[in-house]
């Protein structure tokens, strides 16, 4: 019933949860190793999976399959439709190497309980999977690109988007509250479909362009875009076209193949916990 949906699987939007770490009492035998290693420690917990977040992502996935479908309805906010109705301009703006792929929801090749719907392919002498995100404020696109901005690239800009970074000027940036969620949604994807590459890649329209934009929404008569067709130009996100930041921003990567790894594991061991229905 439920083999071909979204709804009570794990997908990679979500997949982070399934890392989340608790504690527990260490048994008898870890006790007295750790204390034979550690004889000054009086620490009686030991760290254990799965977490509070895990167990929580687990147990709604177990509803899903019980209720045949999602817990929650179709979201309905300015956010979402925004990304929704850009991304797919966003790609037309990219060279011929990027796919589209948003419609597509994946499985992965052994667990038909792990899905994920990359927003797109790149197809050069690497297969890199590609997650595009358009911010609808624009302090949260400075963010996400900050990292490009002062000298960091790869992997160290999505580290510093992660772990948070000393920019220019001196001040620490924190880590991006989603970096960790965005990380492990490219990482997921790309055990799904065996990518060995990423890219994360960030948007926001020139002001030139948001007027293109806006037009497309009055063409398409989509529902989702009919506060795009109507709102003021000041109520969008846009840049100056001559101004600091460029429209298009990619953190391009090599996922470490440890990490790809330590998801599979952990996604197997929580395929265990799922009901069969």
Same mark, same amino acid.
């Given at each position: 019933?439920?083999? $071909?949906?979204?709804?009570?699987?794990?997908?990679?939007?979500?997949?982070?949860?399934l890392l989340s770490t608790g504690t527990r009492e260490m048994t008898d035998q870890e006790l007295a190793e750790h204390k034979l290693n550690n004889p000054g420690s009086r620490k009686k917990t030991i760290e254990s999976w799965p977490g509070k977040a895990a167990i929580t992502y687990i147990n709604q996935c177990n509803m899903e399959r019980r209720l045949g479908r999602s817990l929650d309805g179709e979201l309905d906010a300015k956010p979402t439709n925004w990304g929704k109705f850009v991304e797919p301009l966003l790609f037309q703006l990219l060279d011929g190497d990027y796919t589209y792929n948003s419609s597509d929801t994946l499985t992965h090749p052994?667990?038909?309980?792990?899905?994920?719907?990359?927003?797109?392919?790149? =197809?050069?002498? $690497?297969?890199?999977?590609?997650?595009? +995100?358009?911010?609808?404020?624009?302090?949260?696109?400075?963010?996400?690109?900050?990292?490009?901005?002062?000298?960091?690239?790869g992997m160290g800009a999505m580290n510093a988007l992660r772990e948070g970074y000393t920019d220019k000027t001196g001040l620490f940036q924190a880590a991006h509250a989603d970096a960790e969620k965005y990380y492990w949604q490219l990482v997921s994807n790309?055990? @799904?479909?065996d990518c060995s590459h990423a890219e994360l890649i960030i948007y926001c329209p020139y002001e030139s362009e948001l007027a293109v934009i806006q037009a497309q929404a009055v063409k398409s008569g989509d529902p989702i875009a009919?506060?795009?067709? $109507?709102?003021?130009?000041?109520?969008?996100?846009? @840049? +100056?076209?001559?101004?600091?930041?460029?429209? =298009? $921003? =990619? =953190?391009?990567?090599?996922?470490?193949?440890?990490?790809?790894? +330590?998801?599979?594991?952990i996604v197997k061991n929580a395929g265990k916990y799922l009901i069969s229905v």
């Open positions: 019933m439920l083999s $071909n949906s979204r709804s009570g699987n794990f997908t990679s939007s979500e997949i982070f949860a052994e667990m038909d309980y792990w899905k994920g719907t990359p927003d797109g392919f790149k =197809i050069t002498e $690497n297969k890199t999977v590609v997650d595009a +995100k358009c911010p609808f404020t624009l302090e949260s696109f400075c963010k996400l690109v900050g990292p490009l901005y002062n000298d960091f690239e790309a055990c @799904i479909d009919y506060f795009i067709a $109507n709102s003021p130009k000041k109520a969008l996100p846009y @840049i +100056k076209d001559d101004g600091f930041y460029k429209n =298009i $921003n =990619i =953190i391009s990567f090599e996922i470490p193949a440890e990490d790809k790894k +330590k998801l599979t594991e």
